[in-house]
């Protein structure tokens, strides 16, 4: 089974480009990698889903190398309420499971 | 719109008793997802429903856990025997159908989840 890992946590100040690396080494072709991002006490909400090279909308952009092993989430400008969890997620087509990651604490400091 | 709910929104329980949580889709969601998160851990995936059917149930930690979904709507999440290490928030979503292999699948809508505390 596909496993993600993901680094525990990240600081960043206010402003600051932060990008999140999401490893998959197992990752099958017809995956899919999505992000998510959560608050204490809330459900995970989305944020950005690819399958290879880059993909951005109005909050983040996810790039995706040519072997698909890795992802890495950029948040442009960061600000205090971006302070979450973030979780990347597969999406294991052939197997009906769906494997998240570790989740990657981020704190934003003023 | 009314966005994915779950019922009770906190539950305590004693150990050995049985506790039934709810979750009630998006309407016109026919995928319909279930995970638990232990405090301060990441989210363990237990089941997805695509209309009423599950196609792996490998996901639910032990044959105490079962899911049903009926009417491609309501879903319930049973627990029997409740055990201490079953405390946890359970965790619902729904999204729109996946489109088949080869094919991004849609994003996940969750629920509040349910605060499950087992004494």
């Known amino acids: 089974l596909a496993k993600t890992t993901q680094p525990i946590s990240m600081d960043s100040y206010e402003g600051q480009e932060v990008n999140i690396t999401c490893s998959h080494n197992?990752?099958?072709?017809?995956?899919?990698i999505t992000w998510y991002q959560q608050f204490p006490s809330q459900g995970p909400r989305f944020i950005i889903q690819?399958?290879?090279t880059k993909v951005t909308n109005e909050v983040a952009s996810l790039f995706i190398p040519a072997d698909r092993k890795s992802s890495t989430l950029s948040l442009p400008r960061v600000s205090l309420s971006d302070t979450a969890v973030y979780y990347c997620l597969v999406d294991l087509r052939n197997t009906d499971k769906l494997i998240f990651g570790t989740g990657t604490r981020l704190q934003v400091f003023p | 719109g009314a966005g994915v709910s779950q019922s009770p929104s906190n539950k305590v329980t004693e150990k050995g008793k049985d506790v039934e949580l709810r979750c009630d889709p998006i309407?016109?969601?026919?995928?319909l997802y279930w995970y638990r998160q232990s405090l301060g851990q990441g989210l363990e995936f237990l089941i997805y429903f695509q209309g009423n059917s599950a196609p792996d149930k490998s996901g639910l930690p032990s044959d105490r856990f079962s899911a049903e979904r009926t009417g491609g709507s309501v879903s319930t999440l049973t627990i029997q025997r409740t055990q201490q290490e079953d405390s946890a928030v359970y965790l619902c979503a729904s999204s729109f159908p996946t489109s088949g292999s080869g094919s991004s699948y849609n994003e996940q809508f969750f629920g509040p989840g349910t605060r499950l505390t087992v004494l």
């Open positions: 309407s016109g969601h026919t995928a």
């Open positions: 690819g399958y290879k």
């Open positions: 197992n990752i099958a072709t017809n995956d899919y």
